[in-house]
């Protein structure tokens, strides 16, 4: 039961990892159908398939399966004497299967597209943070499957570490906070980075971005307007169009 505990904060964490179950065995083998072990990235792991050269050859393959992109399972068949030299004798299979790390979304600003996209963006699988420092729109009754953050989204955007999975979607009421937002985003590792607005504003974020000695490179990483050209016009419209963009870099089928 203890795993199983393991496995449930794993998932609350948004922490990558693979859970390997052995489905089948024969003969002698160190352990049977029903054991489990979870390996994590960098090789930790928790629980056991059976120790030794088996065990060693599951974390190699769930390693593999986590620096895949693509693939999500994996079966692990396995003479125990002819493939790996153990003297048990038996066979064993093994099936692998990935559990990917949590995507995070971070929304600033608590406006009406922000609503409509915090709504979307978890329906589709995202764990949405929504911040803004104005109780009256970044509240539960408008927002009631996200994590609120009442605070200046500026200096959150500062204190943010940013990752690999993590969305930054930048909403606010307010011109200046969005480019101070961005000022802040941009040079911190994120999956994406977009600023609501039209080409003009974005043009214009830009010219102020390379006036505060942003590469171009980095400049490069922002997404202005954000969303797939659909010709969207109101709040839920422009959700759609920027949740599809955020889905389109999750699943690698456009690179931002």
């Not at 408008?142 to 959150?156: G, K, S």
């Amino acid at each position: 039961m203890e795993l199983f505990h393991d496995i449930a904060k794993l998932v609350e964490e948004g922490r990558p990892f693979v859970l390997a179950t052995v489905i089948d065995s024969s003969g002698s083998t160190p352990q049977k159908p029903g054991s489990k072990m979870v390996v994590l990235e960098g090789g930790e792991r928790r629980g056991t398939v059976g120790g030794g050269a088996i065990e060693q050859q599951v974390v190699e393959a769930a390693l593999a399966l986590l620096a895949d992109g693509e693939a999500q399972s994996k079966l692990v068949e396995t003479h125990l004497t002819h493939d790996l030299g153990m003297c048990c004798g038996g066979r064993m299979r093994v099936f692998l299967e990935k559990h990917g790390a949590a995507a995070h979304l971070w929304v600033f600003g608590a406006g009406h597209v922000a609503k409509e996209l915090a709504a979307l963006a978890h329906t589709v699988g995202f764990r949405v943070h929504v911040v803004d420092e104005r109780p009256e729109w970044a509240s539960a009754a408008r927002f009631p499957h996200a994590e609120l953050t009442l605070a200046n989204p500026a200096d959150v955007a500062r204190r943010l570490v940013g990752g690999a999975h993590v969305y930054l979607c930048i909403t606010t009421h307010d011109h200046p906070l969005d480019q101070a937002c961005v000022e802040a985003l941009l040079r911190k590792p994120s999956a994406y980075v977009g600023v609501i607005g039209s080409r003009r504003k974005a043009e214009r974020f830009k010219l102020r971005l390379n006036a505060a000695g942003f590469t171009e490179a980095e400049i490069s990483r922002m997404n202005s307007p954000m969303g797939v050209a659909i010709g969207a016009l109101t709040p839920a419209e422009i959700a759609v169009s920027i949740v599809g963009q955020l889905i389109s870099v999750r699943r690698g089928a456009g690179k931002l």
